[in-house]
C-alpha cells in the first residue's frame, strides 16, 4: 500500500490510548492511526478514474451484456471471505494482514455493486423492466 509519510508530535495520553487500542486490534501504532484517521476523515463522492472510465462505457455496451452484469453476483468465495473477516472483527479483532484483506474486498464488492447498479440504470432508461434485479440483491 503506498502512501506518504507524515511525523507529528502526539500527546503522550493520546499515544497510549493508540497504543492500547493497536495491542488490542493486534495492529502496529501506525495502522491503527490510519484506521482511525479514515474512519473520521469524510470520504469525497469522486470515484477513481478508472472506474469512471468503466461506467461510462456501459452506454456502449448492449443489452445482453448489460443484462449480464446486471446479474452477476460477488464471487461466492469471496463473499464467504470477507463475511468470515467480519465475524472474526466483531469476536476478536483482525490482524494487520487481515485487515488489509477485508479492505480489499470491500473495495472489490462495492466496485462490483456500483457496476451492477449502473448496468440497471443503463437498462431501466432502454425502457426494460429491471424488477427481476431486485430480488437478486
Known amino acids: ?21 493497536a495491542e488490542e486490534a493486534r495492529l502496529s501504532i501506525e495502522a491503527e492511526l ?3 484517521l479514515a474512519s473520521t476523515v469524510p470520504p469525497d463522492d469522486r470515484l477513481e478514474p478508472d472506474l469512471e472510465d468503466v ?11 448489460l443484462w ?12 464467504k471471505r470477507l463475511q468470515s473477516l467480519h465475524f472474526k472483527l466483531q469476536r476478536e479483532g483482525l490482524t494487520e494482514e487481515e485487515r488489509l484483506i477485508e479492505a480489499t474486498l470491500v473495495d472489490e464488492y462495492e466496485r462490483a455493486m456500483l457496476i451492477r447498479a449502473q448496468a440497471a440504470v443503463q437498462l ?8 427481476s434485479l431486485a430480488a437478486r440483491a
Open 1 to 21: 500500500m503506498g502512501g506518504r509519510s507524515v511525523t507529528i508530535e502526539v500527546p503522550e495520553y493520546l499515544y497510549d490510548r493508540l497504543r492500547r487500542r
Open 34 to 36: 490510519v484506521q482511525t
Open 55 to 65: 461506467l461510462a462505457s456501459l452506454a456502449l455496451l448492449d443489452d445482453e451484456a
Open 68 to 79: 449480464h452484469l446486471a446479474r452477476k453476483r460477488f464471487p461466492r468465495g469471496s463473499a
Open 124 to 131: 431501466k432508461q432502454r425502457g426494460h423492466d429491471v424488477a
